[in-house]
């Protein structure tokens, strides 16, 4: 049976939401983009292997797929980061926003690096 | 300025500074911004393309200038690169560590030997026994380039067992490899939008 590639992606894009939490809203439309292209690649391998003869032998196809999990490794460690980053964002912005206050009230800028 | 303006300053101040502890707390410290990084693996992604895409037209005719062990060169170019962007990454790991869900780790788990290195750690509160310790990881940076660096390893691989690197093949290996590239330089770029 052929794989398909909304499926696989749709499987991924809810493993995601739930291994990122209520975070995964700020960073998932760079996810649905990654995922679909290594949801295109596992249907991919599947397509060339199925070619006669196939385009290529199963042992390279084994080591494309350890490449494609590298890549997924890769997709989700900037996706972690990519989160970490928009929080840190966040708070900076907070931050900004009552410094002037703090400022005015304590006569320094607390905020300053010291 | 009036008893009640003051009250309120003296309030806000200490609203600020609950919220400048709670945000130290909830922040992981991080590489900053490096444009060398964005440079080198921008140039690297240049380089790996543009042979491939040689090694396909080469491969489409057989022609002996795209075999395996007529490229070992472009090979060992391609490793020490990596391993100088990698040396880079590593002089600036300030963190020592990168934080992933510890669901991530399962997920790629589940899809058959992906799991993370033990380098890559699970947070504080929800770390697995068989996450590193602190002070033994490394940054995500440098993770993600080791990454890339084994991918040229099995780049090499593929070529050895196919002899030519064509067709359909080629094309797969330049997908993935991109993707790799893409998210190192994904993290770079927000990095450089928030000044860090």
């Not at chain 2, 590489?31 to 037209?57: C, N, W």
Request: proline share 4%.
């Amino acid at each position: 049976m052929a794989l398909n590639v909304d499926t696989l992606v749709q499987q991924m894009l809810s493993a995601g939401a739930g291994a990122f939490g209520d975070n995964w809203a700020r960073a998932s439309d760079y996810a649905a983009t990654e995922f679909r292209q290594i949801a295109q690649t596992i249907a991919g391998i599947e397509s060339d292997l199925a070619q006669v003869p196939p385009a290529y032998t199963p042992e390279a196809a084994k080591l494309l797929f350890g490449m494609q999990l590298s890549s997924l490794q890769n997709t989700l460690i900037a996706e972690a980061q990519l989160i970490e980053i928009a929080v840190q964002a966040a708070i900076k912005a907070v931050l900004e926003s009552v410094s002037g206050m703090v400022q005015q009230a304590l006569g320094f800028d607390l905020f300053a690096p010291v | 300025m009036t008893v009640i303006h003051r009250h309120i300053a003296r309030i806000a101040t200490l609203f600020a500074l609950v919220v400048l502890a709670t945000a130290c707390s909830m922040l992981q410290p991080m590489a900053p911004y490096d444009p060398e990084i964005e440079k080198g693996v921008s140039a690297y992604h240049q380089s790996l393309d543009s042979f491939i895409l040689k090694m396909d037209r080469l491969g489409r005719t057989k022609d002996p200038a795209g075999r395996y062990d007529g490229n070992l060169a472009f090979y060992d170019d391609a490793r020490a690169t990596v391993d100088t962007l990698t040396l880079r990454a590593e002089a600036q790991d300030v963190t020592h560590s990168c934080v992933v869900p510890d669901t991530v780790r399962q997920i790629l788990g589940a899809a058959g030997g992906g799991a993370l290195p033990a380098a890559v750690t699970a947070p504080s509160s929800t770390a697995s026994s068989s996450a590193a310790p602190a002070g033994e990881g490394v940054d995500c940076t440098v993770q993600m380039l080791r990454n890339v660096r084994g991918q040229v390893d099995t780049l090499a691989q593929i070529h050895q067992v196919e002899t030519y690197l064509t067709g359909p093949l080629a094309q797969r290996t330049r997908d993935i490899t991109a993707q790799s590239l893409r998210a190192i330089l994904a993290v770079e770029f927000a990095k450089k939008r928030n000044q860090m």
